[in-house]
């Protein structure tokens, strides 16, 4: 093999290779490439994702909203009932005490 042969051959070699890349290429590309369609429908789902966060957000702040609504309305009700208890322990002791004077009256 002459030189001038060694340099079409490794140019022939090279020139198919460059081919056979550039097909590589061009079917990787073919069936990567993403359509106007499919696009479409990702920026819908976008849009979905966005308003169900919203959606999220907004939920949850009424959550914490309707919580602390609930816990004021529980601590004032149990002040109440320990108002009420305390009152209720008073007339008890009251009443008990007057039982007693009634007692002491009938048997004086």
Known sequence: MTRTDFVIATAAILFVAFCLGWFAHWLVHRFTRV???????????AQELHDAEETRDRAITYMQQREAELSNQLHQTEAELAAAMEGLRD??????????RLERLDAG
């Open 35 to 45: 359509s106007s369609a499919d696009m479409g429908e990702l920026e819908r789902m």
């Open 91 to 100: 007339a008890r002791r009251e009443a008990e005490e007057l039982r007693m």
